[in-house]
């Protein structure tokens, strides 16, 4: 099947510094890329869809600001997290389909951990 | 998209059937039920979709019902590194347009037990 890749697998960092996640697809072009967050022992939670060339569409409750998409290519979206504080620290996963009728390939995933 | 219900957590003896079951009672004629399942720590894998018909692959066995309202995912061999969170996901097939995302439930943790 495609394959989404993301980078890093893990990261710590500071409070209050930016950490940037990077989502390809490398074998495909992917229009729409969706971010997702994991909490422990929780499902996943729709964060944004990220749109190449345009702005990002966030889910409510989702602070745009805070986490910055960019969909600059067709195979490649990032997910900045702004000011990091430790109650960021989440699992986040990024996914793409090839079309809108093929299923959904996921990266897999970004253990952030902000101390 | 159509809510499902899966049970929280199931075992299976390895190298036997894994049989996890989903309800999608008030599914419409046009969603496809998807699976997918996620190891601890990774990103969800892709298993099998269907509409109505029984679908096979290399991986797993989908065994839809007549009615629709639910159905079940057959790992035939399990083996420990199936053990995982299997997603049941309900929701329609875009032919053309943008994609949409995929919203997940709580799924059932399969725990293959040596």
């Known amino acids: 099947g495609a394959v989404v890749s993301q980078h890093p697998s893990r990261v710590i960092c500071k409070s209050g510094t930016s950490v940037k996640i990077e989502c390809r697809s490398l074998?495909?072009?992917?229009?729409?890329m969706f971010w997702y967050r994991q909490f422990p022992k929780q499902s996943l939670m729709l964060m944004a869809t990220s749109n190449e060339g345009s702005k990002a569409t966030y889910e409510q409750g989702v602070e745009k600001d805070k986490f910055l998409i960019n969909h600059a290519s067709l195979t490649l979206s990032t997910l900045t997290v702004t000011s990091a504080h430790p109650e960021d620290s989440s699992f986040y996963i990024c996914?793409?389909?090839?079309?809108?009728?093929?299923?959904?390939?996921f990266g897999q995933g970004t253990r952030l951990t902000v101390v | 998209d159509a809510k499902t219900t899966q049970p929280p957590s199931m075992d299976c003896a390895e190298g036997r059937a894994a049989n996890l079951p989903c309800n999608h009672s008030?599914?419409?004629?046009?969603?496809?039920v998807y699976w997918y399942r996620q190891i601890h720590s990774q990103g969800p894998q892709y298993i099998i979709h269907g509409l109505k018909n029984n679908e096979t692959n290399e991986m797993a066995s989908l065994i839809i019902t007549e009615d629709r309202k639910s159905s079940t995912l057959i790992l035939p061999h399990a083996t420990l590194r199936d053990t995982a969170v299997y997603y049941c996901i309900v929701r329609v097939r875009l032919l053309s347009g943008s994609a949409r995302q995929l919203t997940f439930g709580s799924g059932t943790q399969l725990t293959v037990l040596p």
């Open positions: 996914s793409a389909r090839v079309r809108a009728d093929t299923e959904a390939f």
């Open positions: 074998d495909f072009q992917a229009t729409t």
């Open positions: 008030t599914i419409s004629g046009n969603e496809y």
